[in-house]
């Protein structure tokens, strides 16, 4: 079955630090995209990766980056040098192929507060 | 802004009661999701239809029904709604279902609806 866990409920660092903020997947299928989303406190969702079961190439995108291992069923998120705009709730989530659709499970989501 | 519109943008009701929502997916994108958030469940996966099929179904109550329109806009229909029912209602779309294509369904989402039941 899907599971998606973010252990790090909530994490609390002072700006310009450098955080990870942790996801582990459960998965029986071989094809599956992982994702992360931001929401601030505006609640919209917003996308920020998407990650397909084959391509465990590290990706870089300004102060973010990500860490995909399969062995460690991981993909962790990393902001540098974080900023106050950083504050949100981070969503950690995978998509399985199912039945003619995707059928996606969210984690609990890790919110992030940065202090000045 | 993400493209993806949601209307009403709140809604406030009663037991007891039935209300629509509404999704208008990005131009061109033909995969429409709803999604329920609330303080106890999280983010939960309702319901997925591509091009006006049913196409992926996950923890969507049978009080709760959905279809997607020839113009590819959904609606999510809510009935016998409860005090538990409360949430924010997410609608996203991607341009595929998922099938042979594994180089999309990044699914965007609309600012969502917010519903009260009283």
């Known amino acids: 079955a899907q599971k998606v866990t973010q252990a790090q409920t909530e994490i609390s660092v002072v700006e310009k630090e450098d955080v990870t903020l942790d996801c582990v997947y459960e998965t029986r299928d071989t094809t599956y995209y992982l994702f992360w989303y931001k929401q601030p406190p505006s609640g919209e969702l917003v996308f920020l990766i998407r990650r397909n079961s084959f391509d465990e190439q590290n990706e870089i995108s300004g102060r973010y980056s990500w860490n995909f291992q399969k062995s460690t069923s991981s993909f962790n998120f990393t902001i540098t040098a974080s900023q106050v705009v950083d504050s949100a709730v981070y969503f950690c989530a995978l998509s399985e192929f199912s039945t003619g659709g995707f059928k996606t499970i969210f984690g609990a989501g890790t919110r992030l507060f940065v202090k000045a | 802004d993400s493209g993806v519109t949601q209307t009403p943008k709140h809604l406030i009701t009663a037991t007891g009661q039935r209300v629509t929502l509404r999704c208008s997916p990005r131009?061109?994108?033909?995969?429409v999701y709803w999604y329920q958030q609330s303080l106890d469940q999280g983010l939960q996966f309702l319901i997925q239809?591509?091009?006006?099929?049913?196409?992926a179904k996950g923890n969507i109550l049978e009080r709760f029904s959905a279809q997607q329109f020839p113009d590819l806009h959904s609606e999510l229909n809510l009935s016998s709604l409860e005090l538990g029912d409360s949430a924010l209602y997410f609608c996203a779309s991607s341009s595929t279902s998922g099938g042979a294509s594994y180089l999309s369904n990044t699914q965007y989402f609309g600012p969502g609806t917010r519903l009260t039941v009283l």
């Open positions: 239809y591509y091009n006006g099929e049913e196409r």
């Open positions: 131009s061109g994108d033909l995969s």
